[in-house]
Structures are given as structure tokens and as C-alpha cells.
């Protein structure tokens, strides 16, 4: 698929075929194109958690739903065949940039305009979600809810020093709704570009 294509179809996927799972040769690219992205001093302060069977998404599911209601959206996400977590890693970056040819020694947070290593594995996400549209499936990214980061941690062993950024669904499309923002319609580039000055 020419890349422009792969740009104009990709959206969040909200409903996938339970019954088709991710063959193992997509899902290595979609992993190996994560690795891809850029990352400020080629920290790779990333990490993909991969949860495939049905138990291991099952226990996904129970520690980071917040909500016992119904919610036909979070029941159409739930048939995913495979989900993928994408963690960042602040000490990488402190630690390159500690190095010799980086030079900042005192590993001060405050040092960094925005955490990189948020953007970075955002980046990763970024190119997991393009690949999936390459691949003929579909994706949908979307967060932890912050107060289930405990128990999420605890239900997989996540080590603290690793921050969900977010989830991507992954699966054979099957028939959604599509999400009533997109009315919204794309803002004009004349609304958001700058050329020169403000």
C-alpha cells in the first residue's frame, strides 16, 4: 500500500473479529516498526507489553476497566485478538544523557523542554498504528486510566520505572461506530499551520 494511502485510511478501530487472530508475521512487523521511530539520543526508552491469549487480555481488561456499567464502545475493544501496551522509560533517557558524549551529568529532569520519553514512545505507537493499516487490520489507541496504573503494574509485573502511555487494539476490522467526534471534521491547515510568524 502506497504510504499516502496507509496516512488517508488509518482511524481508531473500534471493533475487531474475534475469531481471526494477528498472524505471528504481522505481528513481528508491527514490533519491529515500532523500533523505528526516533528517539532523542537513540535512548530507546521504550518497552511493548504483548498480550495475545485470551487470559492475558482477560486479566488486561479486569485491572484497568474502571466501571462495572455496560459500555457497548469498551465491549466492542474487548474482542481485540491482541493488545499491545507501550511504556516509556524516563531513567533511559536521564542515563544516555548522563554519557560521555552527551555530557549532562546531574541527570535533572528539568533539563528537557517535555518528556521525550513520552513523545518518543508515542512515536513507536505511531508507527505500530501505520504498520497495522499496511498489514490490512485494524487499531485503536488509548490510555490507562490513571488510578488503575497500580493494579495493572501488579497484574502483569511491570517495574515502576516503566509508564503506560498507552494501549493499541489490534484486529480484522469488524463493523464499527464510528466515533461522533469525527464530525468534527480535520481543521483546516490554514488553522493550524504558521508560516514565518504567528
Not at 496507509?6 to 475487531?16: A, D, F, G, K, L
Not at 481471526?20 to 535512548?43: K, M, Q, W
Given at each position: 500500500?502506497?504510504?499516502?494511502?496507509?496516512?488517508?485510511?488509518?482511524?481508531?478501530?473500534?471493533?475487531?473479529?474475534?475469531?481471526?487472530?494477528?498472524?505471528?508475521?504481522?505481528?513481528?512487523?508491527?514490533?519491529?516498526?515500532a523500533?523505528?521511530?526516533?528517539?532523542?539520543g537513540?535512548?530507546?526508552?521504550?518497552?511493548?507489553?504483548?498480550?495475545?491469549?485470551?487470559?492475558?487480555?482477560?486479566?488486561?481488561?479486569?485491572?484497568?476497566?474502571?466501571?462495572?456499567?455496560?459500555?457497548?464502545?469498551?465491549?466492542?475493544?474487548?474482542?481485540?485478538?491482541?493488545?499491545?501496551?507501550?511504556?516509556?522509560?524516563?531513567?533511559?533517557?536521564?542515563?544516555?544523557?548522563?554519557?560521555?558524549?552527551?555530557?549532562?551529568t546531574?541527570?535533572?529532569?528539568?533539563?528537557?523542554?517535555?518528556?521525550?520519553?513520552?513523545?518518543?514512545?508515542?512515536?513507536?505507537?505511531?508507527?505500530?498504528?501505520?504498520?497495522?493499516?499496511?498489514?490490512?487490520?485494524?487499531?485503536?489507541?488509548?490510555?490507562?486510566?490513571?488510578?488503575?496504573i497500580?493494579?495493572?503494574?501488579?497484574?502483569?509485573?511491570?517495574?515502576?520505572?516503566?509508564?503506560?502511555?498507552?494501549?493499541l487494539?489490534?484486529?480484522?476490522?469488524?463493523?464499527?461506530?464510528?466515533?461522533?467526534?469525527?464530525?468534527?471534521?480535520?481543521?483546516?491547515?490554514?488553522?493550524?499551520?504558521?508560516?514565518?510568524?504567528?
Amino acid at each position: 500500500m502506497e504510504f499516502q494511502e496507509v496516512v488517508r485510511r488509518r482511524r481508531m478501530v473500534r471493533n475487531y473479529d474475534p475469531d481471526r487472530p494477528v498472524p505471528p508475521e504481522v505481528l513481528e512487523r508491527i514490533l519491529a516498526n515500532a523500533l523505528r521511530a526516533p528517539s532523542a539520543g537513540f535512548s530507546q526508552g521504550w518497552a511493548f507489553l504483548v498480550l495475545e491469549s485470551a487470559e492475558e487480555r482477560s486479566r488486561y481488561w479486569e485491572a484497568t476497566v474502571t466501571s462495572s456499567e455496560p459500555d457497548p464502545w469498551l465491549a466492542d475493544v474487548q474482542r481485540a485478538p491482541l493488545l499491545i501496551v507501550a511504556l516509556s522509560h524516563r531513567q533511559a533517557y536521564l542515563d544516555r544523557y548522563a554519557a560521555p558524549d552527551k555530557g549532562w551529568t546531574d541527570k535533572d529532569d528539568s533539563r528537557w523542554p517535555v518528556p521525550y520519553w513520552h513523545i518518543d514512545t508515542g512515536f513507536a505507537a505511531l508507527l505500530m498504528l501505520l504498520t497495522v493499516v499496511d498489514e490490512g487490520l485494524g487499531a485503536c489507541f488509548f490510555g490507562v486510566p490513571p488510578e488503575r496504573i497500580p493494579g495493572f503494574r501488579a497484574a502483569f509485573g511491570v517495574p515502576d520505572a516503566y509508564v503506560p502511555i498507552g494501549t493499541l487494539s489490534v484486529g480484522y476490522r469488524a463493523p464499527d461506530r464510528k466515533s461522533p467526534s469525527l464530525r468534527r471534521g480535520h481543521r483546516p491547515l490554514a488553522d493550524v499551520v504558521h508560516r514565518g510568524t504567528w
